[in-house]
């Protein structure tokens, strides 16, 4: 069965600091990964995705994520976090009928 | 563009009452999703249309019925609201099956 783990479940980092979120994945076939933000009291928006080629992708806002297949992860990354991107992080991944989401990440910048 | 829209925005329902959430895209997109979301526990599945004319249980099925009324409409149907059912409701669409989503605002489901 497909499986997306995240094992951070809340962060606080000050602006200007460097993020990093974990996501793994369990998958037995091919598999689309993806991120998603949740602003407070908003829907889901996809930040980036990737089904294959680079492994680095890089999204709106800033974010990239790198896919290490040895490693069956897809951490997200920022380099340097605004108050703005206090929001909750989730981690998809899935084949060709569904996709299976993590549990979230909340992320809390301080200014 | 309006993408994918959902009604209502809140509800509250009295257990063993039924209710339809609707959700309607103008992508033209192939594919529609029914996600509930809790505390702690994520996005889980639980119908989705992979195209026009079909539609297939995902991970938390049990107390919904869906119909896929057209490529444009997916509605969800409780029809014995439980308080277990208690949760906000996302509707999301997507080019295919496996590419990435597009949600709508949701829906604030309370059952009492």
């Known amino acids: 069965a497909q499986s997306v783990s995240q094992h951070n479940h809340h962060v606080i980092l000050s602006e200007a600091a460097s993020l990093e979120l974990g996501c793994n994945y369990s998958?037995?076939?091919?598999?689309?990964l993806f991120w998603y933000v949740q602003y407070p009291g908003q829907h889901l928006q996809l930040l980036l995705k990737?089904?294959?080629?680079?492994?680095l992708v890089k999204g709106i806002k800033g974010f990239e994520a790198e896919f290490i297949k040895s490693k069956f992860s897809f951490n997200l990354r920022k380099p340097s976090v605004q108050w703005s991107d206090t929001a909750e992080y989730f981690c998809a991944g899935g084949g060709y009928q569904k996709v299976t989401f993590g549990t979230g990440t909340k992320l809390q910048v301080i200014p | 563009n309006a993408g994918v829209t959902q009604t209502p925005k809140f509800q509250v329902l009295k257990t063993g009452q039924s209710m339809t959430l609707q959700c309607a895209q103008d992508?033209?997109?192939?594919?529609m999703y029914w996600y509930r979301q809790d505390p702690g526990m994520g996005l889980r599945l639980i119908y989705y249309?992979?195209?026009?004319?079909?539609?297939d249980k995902g991970e938390v099925p049990n107390g919904y019925n869906v119909s896929r009324l057209n490529k444009r409409e997916f509605s969800l149907r409780l029809e014995s609201a439980a308080p277990s059912q208690t949760s906000v409701y996302f509707c999301?669409?997507?080019?295919?099956?496996?590419?990435?989503?597009?949600f709508g605002s949701g829906t604030r489901l309370t059952v009492v």
């Open positions: 999301a669409s997507s080019e295919q099956a496996g590419y990435g989503y597009t």
């Open positions: 249309s992979a195209s026009e004319g079909t539609t």
């Open positions: 998958y037995g076939g091919t598999v689309n």
């Open positions: 990737y089904f294959s080629g680079d492994p």
């Open positions: 992508m033209n997109h192939n594919s």
